[in-house]
Protein backbone atom coordinates (compact mmCIF):
# COMPACT_ATOMS: atom_id res chain seq x y z
CA UNK A 1 0.00 0.00 0.00
CA UNK A 2 1.08 3.50 -0.75
CA UNK A 3 2.09 5.83 1.97
CA UNK A 4 -0.08 8.67 2.02
CA UNK A 5 1.36 12.26 2.97
CA UNK A 6 0.04 14.85 5.10
CA UNK A 7 1.12 17.81 3.65
CA UNK A 8 0.20 20.39 6.56
CA UNK A 9 2.63 18.28 9.33
CA UNK A 10 5.07 16.78 5.84
CA UNK A 11 4.84 13.50 7.47
CA UNK A 12 4.20 10.09 6.10
CA UNK A 13 0.17 9.91 7.70
CA UNK A 14 -1.02 6.54 9.64
CA UNK A 15 -1.86 4.12 8.00
CA UNK A 16 -5.59 3.26 8.09
CA UNK A 17 -6.66 1.76 11.35
CA UNK A 18 -3.43 3.05 13.15
CA UNK A 19 -4.14 5.50 15.77
CA UNK A 20 -1.72 8.98 15.76
CA UNK A 21 0.28 8.10 18.55
CA UNK A 22 -0.27 10.70 21.55
CA UNK A 23 3.62 11.32 21.51
CA UNK A 24 5.78 10.56 18.49
CA UNK A 25 9.56 11.07 19.26
CA UNK A 26 11.44 11.11 16.05
CA UNK A 27 15.58 10.79 15.67
CA UNK A 28 16.26 12.81 18.41
CA UNK A 29 19.59 14.18 19.09
CA UNK A 30 20.99 16.51 22.37
CA UNK A 31 24.23 16.83 23.43
CA UNK A 32 26.05 19.04 26.23
CA UNK A 33 29.05 21.05 25.77
CA UNK A 34 29.87 18.11 23.16
CA UNK A 35 28.94 14.94 25.47
CA UNK A 36 26.53 13.35 23.11
CA UNK A 37 23.45 12.33 25.41
CA UNK A 38 20.97 11.29 22.90
CA UNK A 39 21.53 9.77 19.83
CA UNK A 40 18.72 9.29 17.52
CA UNK A 41 15.78 7.56 19.74
CA UNK A 42 12.61 7.12 17.94
CA UNK A 43 9.72 5.98 20.51
CA UNK A 44 6.09 6.46 20.33
CA UNK A 45 3.73 6.19 23.02
CA UNK A 46 -0.69 5.63 22.32
CA UNK A 47 -3.33 6.64 24.10
CA UNK A 48 -3.97 3.75 26.95
CA UNK A 49 -0.43 2.45 26.93
CA UNK A 50 2.86 2.65 29.50
CA UNK A 51 5.75 2.65 27.86
CA UNK A 52 8.84 2.32 30.41
CA UNK A 53 12.18 3.37 29.68
CA UNK A 54 15.12 1.97 30.92
CA UNK A 55 18.73 1.93 31.30
CA UNK A 56 21.49 2.24 33.50
CA UNK A 57 22.36 6.01 35.03
CA UNK A 58 23.33 8.49 33.25
CA UNK A 59 22.05 7.26 29.78
CA UNK A 60 19.98 10.32 29.35
CA UNK A 61 16.29 8.66 30.39
CA UNK A 62 15.70 12.14 32.60
CA UNK A 63 17.01 14.12 29.43
CA UNK A 64 14.75 12.66 27.26
CA UNK A 65 11.60 13.55 29.69
CA UNK A 66 12.75 17.02 29.54
CA UNK A 67 12.72 17.02 25.68
CA UNK A 68 9.05 15.48 26.00
CA UNK A 69 7.85 18.30 28.37
CA UNK A 70 9.81 21.20 26.31
CA UNK A 71 12.50 21.71 29.23
CA UNK A 72 14.71 22.06 26.95
CA UNK A 73 15.52 21.93 23.36
CA UNK A 74 17.16 19.21 21.35
CA UNK A 75 19.86 19.27 18.68
CA UNK A 76 17.82 17.61 15.80
CA UNK A 77 14.79 15.27 15.91
CA UNK A 78 11.27 15.72 16.60
CA UNK A 79 8.71 15.56 19.22
CA UNK A 80 5.10 15.54 17.97
CA UNK A 81 1.83 15.62 20.62
CA UNK A 82 -1.53 14.31 18.77
CA UNK A 83 0.31 14.62 15.76
CA UNK A 84 1.78 18.45 16.47
CA UNK A 85 5.47 18.94 16.23
CA UNK A 86 5.98 20.73 19.42
CA UNK A 87 9.52 21.98 18.79
CA UNK A 88 9.83 25.60 17.87
CA UNK A 89 6.54 26.13 19.08
CA UNK A 90 5.36 29.74 20.25
CA UNK A 91 5.44 29.76 24.35
CA UNK A 92 1.72 29.95 24.49
CA UNK A 93 1.37 26.81 22.33
CA UNK A 94 3.41 25.00 24.31
CA UNK A 95 1.88 26.29 27.41
CA UNK A 96 -1.72 24.56 26.73
CA UNK A 97 0.14 21.62 25.37
CA UNK A 98 2.14 21.11 29.00
CA UNK A 99 -1.43 21.32 30.56
CA UNK A 100 -1.94 18.09 28.93
CA UNK A 101 1.30 16.58 30.58
CA UNK A 102 1.78 15.59 34.35
CA UNK A 103 5.16 14.98 35.33
CA UNK A 104 6.70 13.82 38.79
CA UNK A 105 9.94 14.38 38.74
CA UNK A 106 12.71 12.20 40.11
CA UNK A 107 12.73 14.19 43.51
CA UNK A 108 8.86 14.28 43.73
CA UNK A 109 9.91 17.87 44.39
CA UNK A 110 7.06 19.09 46.59
CA UNK A 111 7.40 22.43 48.19
CA UNK A 112 8.89 21.93 50.97
CA UNK A 113 7.07 24.87 52.84
CA UNK A 114 3.28 23.79 51.58
CA UNK A 115 1.13 21.17 53.01
CA UNK A 116 0.07 18.16 51.38
CA UNK A 117 -3.30 19.79 50.56
CA UNK A 118 -1.47 23.19 49.04
CA UNK A 119 1.00 21.18 46.78
CA UNK A 120 -1.64 19.43 44.87
CA UNK A 121 -3.96 22.45 45.10
CA UNK A 122 -0.97 24.59 43.13
CA UNK A 123 -1.78 23.54 39.68
CA UNK A 124 -5.31 24.24 40.40
CA UNK A 125 -4.55 27.65 41.64
CA UNK A 126 -2.51 28.43 38.44
CA UNK A 127 -4.65 26.89 36.11
CA UNK A 128 -8.19 26.77 37.19
CA UNK A 129 -9.03 30.17 38.04
CA UNK A 130 -12.79 29.07 36.35
CA UNK A 131 -12.89 26.60 39.74
CA UNK A 132 -14.12 28.38 42.85
CA UNK A 133 -12.57 28.29 46.10
CA UNK A 134 -14.40 24.98 47.03
CA UNK A 135 -14.56 23.74 43.83
CA UNK A 136 -10.80 23.23 44.75
CA UNK A 137 -10.94 22.27 47.69
CA UNK A 138 -13.05 19.46 46.61
CA UNK A 139 -10.59 18.51 43.74
CA UNK A 140 -8.08 18.33 46.06
CA UNK A 141 -9.56 15.97 48.39
CA UNK A 142 -10.81 13.42 45.57
CA UNK A 143 -7.44 13.07 44.02
CA UNK A 144 -5.63 13.00 47.54
CA UNK A 145 -8.57 10.04 48.23
CA UNK A 146 -7.58 8.72 45.13
CA UNK A 147 -3.65 8.06 45.77
CA UNK A 148 -4.47 6.85 49.43
CA UNK A 149 -3.74 10.30 51.22
CA UNK A 150 -6.89 11.70 52.09
CA UNK A 151 -6.23 11.42 56.02
CA UNK A 152 -2.63 13.64 55.23
CA UNK A 153 -3.77 16.65 54.43
CA UNK A 154 -2.26 19.07 56.35
CA UNK A 155 0.67 17.50 56.47
CA UNK A 156 3.84 18.88 55.77
CA UNK A 157 6.14 17.11 53.29
CA UNK A 158 8.90 16.67 55.69
CA UNK A 159 6.33 14.69 58.10
CA UNK A 160 5.73 12.32 55.60
CA UNK A 161 7.76 8.91 54.19
CA UNK A 162 9.43 8.93 50.87
CA UNK A 163 6.18 6.86 49.70
CA UNK A 164 4.07 8.91 50.47
CA UNK A 165 5.59 12.09 48.85
CA UNK A 166 5.74 9.80 45.70
CA UNK A 167 1.55 9.73 45.87
CA UNK A 168 1.38 13.67 46.96
CA UNK A 169 3.59 14.41 44.08
CA UNK A 170 0.99 11.73 41.65
CA UNK A 171 -2.19 13.38 43.14
CA UNK A 172 -0.44 16.98 41.60
CA UNK A 173 0.48 15.44 38.56
CA UNK A 174 -3.32 14.48 38.09
CA UNK A 175 -4.66 17.70 39.21
CA UNK A 176 -5.60 18.89 35.55
CA UNK A 177 -6.49 15.78 34.23
CA UNK A 178 -3.69 15.10 31.79
CA UNK A 179 -3.73 12.92 28.91
CA UNK A 180 0.10 12.63 29.03
CA UNK A 181 1.68 10.95 32.37
CA UNK A 182 5.51 11.35 32.51
CA UNK A 183 7.01 9.97 35.80
CA UNK A 184 10.94 9.94 36.32
CA UNK A 185 11.69 7.25 38.71
CA UNK A 186 8.15 6.60 40.49
CA UNK A 187 10.07 3.78 43.05
CA UNK A 188 13.48 5.37 42.94
CA UNK A 189 14.53 5.54 46.69
CA UNK A 190 11.02 3.15 48.15
CA UNK A 191 11.72 0.17 49.74
CA UNK A 192 10.36 -2.94 47.94
CA UNK A 193 7.26 -3.01 49.57
CA UNK A 194 6.33 0.91 49.19
CA UNK A 195 7.66 0.34 45.53
CA UNK A 196 5.64 -2.11 45.28
CA UNK A 197 2.43 0.26 46.52
CA UNK A 198 3.48 2.48 44.12
CA UNK A 199 3.36 0.06 41.45
CA UNK A 200 0.13 -0.76 42.06
CA UNK A 201 -1.13 2.93 42.02
CA UNK A 202 -0.12 3.82 38.83
CA UNK A 203 -1.61 0.82 37.48
CA UNK A 204 -4.43 1.45 38.97
CA UNK A 205 -4.16 5.19 37.83
CA UNK A 206 -3.67 3.92 34.13
CA UNK A 207 -6.48 1.47 34.34
CA UNK A 208 -8.76 4.54 35.01
CA UNK A 209 -7.38 7.36 33.08
CA UNK A 210 -6.17 5.44 29.71
CA UNK A 211 -3.68 8.09 29.73
CA UNK A 212 -0.64 7.73 27.34
CA UNK A 213 2.51 7.14 29.97
CA UNK A 214 6.40 7.15 30.14
CA UNK A 215 8.12 6.17 33.06
CA UNK A 216 11.60 6.27 33.39
CA UNK A 217 13.47 3.96 35.72
CA UNK A 218 15.78 1.47 36.22
CA UNK A 219 13.96 -0.70 38.29
CA UNK A 220 12.90 -3.55 35.45
CA UNK A 221 10.82 -5.60 37.86
CA UNK A 222 8.79 -1.98 38.63
CA UNK A 223 9.18 -1.94 34.61
CA UNK A 224 7.83 -4.88 34.20
CA UNK A 225 5.18 -4.27 36.23
CA UNK A 226 3.65 -1.27 35.31
CA UNK A 227 4.35 -1.05 31.34
CA UNK A 228 3.24 -3.18 28.63
CA UNK A 229 6.28 -1.61 26.30
CA UNK A 230 9.58 -1.39 27.67
CA UNK A 231 12.21 0.27 25.53
CA UNK A 232 16.11 -0.19 26.56
CA UNK A 233 18.61 3.02 26.23
CA UNK A 234 22.24 2.41 26.25
CA UNK A 235 24.34 5.33 25.31
CA UNK A 236 22.05 7.39 24.24
CA UNK A 237 20.07 4.87 21.65
CA UNK A 238 17.32 1.98 21.99
CA UNK A 239 19.48 -0.72 21.99
CA UNK A 240 15.46 -3.14 22.12
CA UNK A 241 11.67 -2.32 22.17
CA UNK A 242 8.87 -4.43 22.97
CA UNK A 243 7.49 -6.73 25.53
CA UNK A 244 9.01 -7.72 28.81
CA UNK A 245 8.78 -11.52 27.40
CA UNK A 246 10.92 -9.83 23.53
CA UNK A 247 13.89 -8.60 25.75
CA UNK A 248 13.63 -12.22 27.80
CA UNK A 249 14.15 -13.63 24.39
CA UNK A 250 16.70 -11.14 22.79
CA UNK A 251 19.98 -12.37 21.28
CA UNK A 252 21.64 -8.69 21.97
CA UNK A 253 24.98 -9.14 24.59
CA UNK A 254 23.50 -5.70 26.16
CA UNK A 255 20.14 -6.81 26.43
CA UNK A 256 21.19 -9.91 28.18
CA UNK A 257 23.42 -8.22 30.67
CA UNK A 258 20.78 -5.95 31.50
CA UNK A 259 18.47 -9.05 32.36
CA UNK A 260 21.07 -10.37 34.62
CA UNK A 261 22.12 -7.47 36.64
CA UNK A 262 18.75 -5.88 37.60
N1 LIG B 1 21.62 20.37 31.79
C1 LIG B 1 22.66 19.56 31.60
N2 LIG B 1 23.88 20.05 31.32
C2 LIG B 1 24.94 19.23 31.10
N3 LIG B 1 24.88 17.90 31.13
C3 LIG B 1 23.69 17.34 31.42
C4 LIG B 1 22.52 18.13 31.67
N4 LIG B 1 21.48 17.30 31.89
C5 LIG B 1 21.98 16.06 31.81
N5 LIG B 1 23.29 16.07 31.52
C6 LIG B 1 24.15 14.88 31.32
O1 LIG B 1 23.47 14.00 30.47
C7 LIG B 1 23.71 12.66 30.84
C8 LIG B 1 22.39 11.93 31.02
O2 LIG B 1 21.73 12.46 32.15
P1 LIG B 1 20.33 11.92 32.64
O3 LIG B 1 19.34 12.04 31.56
O4 LIG B 1 20.03 12.66 33.90
O5 LIG B 1 20.62 10.39 32.94
P2 LIG B 1 19.66 9.28 33.56
O6 LIG B 1 19.53 8.22 32.52
O7 LIG B 1 20.37 8.77 34.77
O8 LIG B 1 18.35 9.95 33.91
C9 LIG B 1 24.55 12.70 32.10
O9 LIG B 1 25.90 12.49 31.73
C10 LIG B 1 24.35 14.11 32.61
O10 LIG B 1 25.46 14.54 33.31
MG1 LIG C 1 17.42 10.29 35.69
Sequence with gaps: M????DIATKQAAPKQGSPVPVIAVENLYKSFAGHKVLNGVTLRVNQGETLAVLGRSG???????RLIIGLETPDSGSISIHGQNIL?????????????????FQQSALYDSLTVQENVAFPLEHHRRDMSRSERSDRVRQLLAEVGMEGDLEKMPSDISGGMQKRVGLARAL????????????????????????????????RERRMASVVVTHDLHSAKTIAGHLALLNEGDVVIEGTFDDLQHSDIEFVKEFLQQS
Design 59 to 65: TGKSVLL
Design 2 to 5: ATTY
Design 88 to 104: GLALDRMGAIRKKMGFL
Design 175 to 206: ALEPEILLLDEPTAGLDPISSGEIDELILKLQ
